[in-house]
C-alpha cells in the first residue's frame, strides 16, 4: 500500500514538473465575460501585417481584434455570408484569407481596403472546404481541398487533382511547402511528399508513419519536416522526419513529456516551436518537449490555433483568446 502511494506521488510530481500553469501575469485571457468579443468557441487565428488579430469562430463570422476592439465581421454586415470561418491566412503582400460557410459558403481576401470573394465555381471545386492555405516563395497560394489542391498566382487558378497522379484516398487535412519547393500533404490515411519531381505516399505500412490521420505540417529550417498527429488510439503525437525523407524521430505520451496524442497547428517563433493540442499547449525547445496548461481541470484547455506576434503568442481555444509572453 504504502509502495503504490509512493509510486503514486512520484508520478504526480514529475507531471507537475514537466508541465507549467500559465496563470501570471504573462497570460490574458479575453472570453464573453471580460471583453467585447462574441464567441468564445474560437478555431483559427491569424495576426496581420498592422497587428490586429483575425479571429474564426464557427458560429459568430469572423472577428477583427485590434489589441483594444473586436469587430465582428458576419452575414449580416459584410461580405462573410458564413457563420463558419475555421481557415485563415495572411500571404506575403499583407492580404488575409479567410474560408466561410453555413449558410453562404466562399473564400474572402482583404487587402486592407476591399474585400473579394470567390467562389467554388471560381476555384473549380465542388464546394468550399479548405482544409489549410500555404505560400511558396514565389508567392504562389495552394489551397488544400479534399482530393485536390489549388493554386493561385496574381489572379490566375489553376487545380492539381492530387487523385490524377495515381494516389488514392486523397482526402487532404493539411499541406505545407519547403523554400526548394518540396510539398508535404497530410491526408486521412497517408502523407504525401513531393520531391525531385515525384511525389511519395507513406502509410503506416510502408513507412514510420505512427498514424494514417495528420492534423499538422511544419518544414524546419533546416529542412526537415514536423508531423502532428490526429490523435485517437496509438502512439500520435509528433514526428520529426529527416530532410531527405529517410529518418524519423518520434514523440509522443510514452517517450516524452508530449501531454496528448492530438496536434494541430505548429509554429515556430525562431528558436522554439509551439503546437496546438486538446490538451495544452506544447512547447518544443529542441528535443526538450513541456506542457503550457492556461487553466485547470480535464480537458479544459484545447487549443485551436496559434499565431505569433514576435515574441508574444495569439492562442485560439474553446474558452476565448489567449495572449501568452513566454
Known sequence: ????????????????????????????????????????????????????????????????????TFTVFNKENSVI???????????????????????????VKYDGTNWTVFTAADLGVDSIDVRDIRETPDGTLWFAFPGKAVSFKDGNISTSNISSIKIPNSNILCMDVREDGAIAVGCSGQLLIYSNGKWKKNTEKNSELQLGTIRGLKFRPDGSLMIGYGGGFGNGGLSVLSKDFTAWTHYNKLNSRMPDHMIRDIEYDGHVYWMASNNGLVKMDGTEISAVFFRTGMYKNVITDIAMEGNTLWVATNFGLVRYKP
Open 1 to 68: 500500500m504504502m509502495k503504490s502511494y509512493l509510486k503514486t506521488l512520484i508520478i504526480t510530481c514529475l507531471c507537475a514538473i514537466a508541465t507549467s500553469w500559465c496563470l501570471g501575469q504573462n497570460v490574458k485571457t479575453y472570453d464573453t465575460s471580460n471583453s467585447g468579443l462574441v464567441d468564445n468557441d474560437l478555431r483559427a487565428v491569424v495576426v496581420d501585417n498592422h497587428g490586429n488579430k483575425w479571429l474564426g469562430t464557427t458560429k459568430s463570422g469572423l472577428i477583427k481584434f485590434d489589441g483594444k
Open 81 to 107: 455570408k458564413g457563420d463558419c470561418v475555421t481557415t485563415l491566412f495572411v500571404d506575403s503582400k499583407g492580404n488575409l484569407w479567410a474560408e466561410f460557410s453555413r449558410p453562404e459558403e466562399g473564400i
